[in-house]
DNA sequence: TCCTTGCGTCAATCCTGTTGACATAAGGCG
DNA sequence: CGCCTTATGTCAACAGGATTGACGCAAGGA
């Protein structure tokens, strides 16, 4: 097998086009390349061409196609929440949580719409949940709670997120396709079969936008209203978190 | 263009493995194949092979993989949302299409994955979202903010019932991975760097489960509460806006 | 200076979607 | 009943994808 990858290399040669290959240059390149001609313009073939190398001098690198995204989607975590403290607001600090994750998602749609599906249970994804739940303790939800609604709400975020993420990955055409479907297919609805539709048809555009921020907002409203301690501007029962 | 779609179809012919080709055959031997080979077995190749015909045999039903595709989630959708008529109570009527739409993904956990996020513009999709419209605007919300909050509830549901269904997806050995590391990595922490996993430590259990119900009954209970009115069984000055 | 070996390159293999030309039979119509 | 149009299944070909085995260059230790 000629796919290899060893943690630490020593003896590097330059390829034909001068370029001294290196994981960190790669994922670099692949990033570059989703950001400026879309996510469908990786491909092995075009990073190798991008970075002047053959295509096949990747997997020295990498052990194949998914691996590669991998290491992508762990740089992408680790830039997200790089530097996130959150206040006194509890609601703030959700919101702004949410916000990152989604941030960084969107950076890099094709590598998240790729990596949503898994669990990490690495430093990053721990120090997340630990500040989460330690968000809505402060909010006065006893443990059994703040552990479900931590859950429902990281739920929330990171499938809204993926979903956002896995449209942007699209070509740009289906994704102008689907953009235009709600000005095309559904402004020519019989109004008799379908009046609630025919009813909001001035609206309808909207239906092509992300619905992560009103839905970050509808569910921190809810959890306002759930929280057992209403007014707390003392945020400071001893151990503030 | 060899690819033109018709409507109806009169003349058919059987292929020569005695096939006869409709779109339903079509989208019904895709999610067969998906069902038992996973996503990646989806191949207009190796779908002809499964039909019994040319694979170019399908550009007659379909202009491409995406045309393809998006029959595919409509089917979906339709199955779950089969028979499916609303009440009065409108929070009632979100939830049972809730639950519907997510007991239609985790059928067909592995088409959900790329079908949750595309716009069918089949008539299932457009009798969903029909009837999700009609069920806010009943609740007396304005076209503007019931066509957003459609929007923010269908993605919601859209969102969590995907991921669900990618996590029934997984192989059993990767899933109860998943569950078990609740129990293994985050019992194990250093109280000091993460004091409020550890005053949960007995709670995290929860996190191996779906939030899909809590999260659907919070988002309900925020548009609830943004109901203008609450208490409205006379739905009927006529023209409502 | 030489020898080992890391690693970039080349060529080949087997996939994929898609399409233009072709053939054949279904079914309307005389 | 038979012909003719044409819908539709088949075939062959092309471009581009991931991946890999063989090859050979050169970097670096000895």
């Given at each position: 097998m000629p796919t290899r990858v060893p943690q630490e290399r020593r003896r590097r040669r330059p390829t034909r086009a001068g370029v001294l290959l290196s994981e960190d240059l790669i994922v670099e390149t692949a990033l570059r390349l989703i950001g400026e001609h879309g996510p469908e313009a990786l491909s092995v073939r075009r990073l190798g061409t991008a970075l002047?190398?053959?295509?096949?001098?990747?997997?020295?690198?990498?052990?194949?196609?998914?691996?590669?995204?991998?290491?992508?989607?762990?740089?992408?975590?680790?830039?997200?929440?790089a530097g996130f403290v959150p206040g006194d607001d509890w609601v703030a600090g959700l919101r702004e949580m949410a916000l990152r994750v989604r941030a960084g998602y969107l950076?890099?749609?094709?590598?998240?719409?790729?990596?949503?599906?898994?669990?990490?249970?690495?430093?990053?994804?721990?120090?997340?949940?630990?500040t989460g739940i330690a968000l809505l303790l402060s909010a006065g939800f006893a443990p059994a709670d703040a552990t479900r609604l931590y859950l429902t709400f990281i739920d929330t975020v990171l499938s809204h997120a993926a979903m956002d993420a896995a449209f942007q990955a699209l070509p740009r055409q289906q994704r102008d396709a689907d953009h235009q479907a709600w000005q095309d297919v559904y402004q020519r609805l019989d109004p008799a079969s379908y009046p609630a539709l025919t009813g909001v048809r001035q609206e309808l555009h909207t239906m092509g936008n992300s619905s992560f921020e009103e839905a970050v907002e509808l569910l921190l409203e809810a959890l306002a209203g759930r929280a057992p301690a209403r007014r707390a501007p003392e945020p400071d029962p001893h151990s503030s978190n």
């Open positions: 002047g190398c053959d295509p096949s001098a990747l997997y020295r690198y990498f052990h194949g196609t998914d691996d590669l995204v991998l290491a992508i989607a762990d740089r992408i975590i680790g830039d997200a929440m950076a890099h749609p094709r590598a998240a719409a790729f990596a949503s599906y898994r669990v990490t249970r690495r430093e990053n994804e721990i120090r997340a949940v630990e």
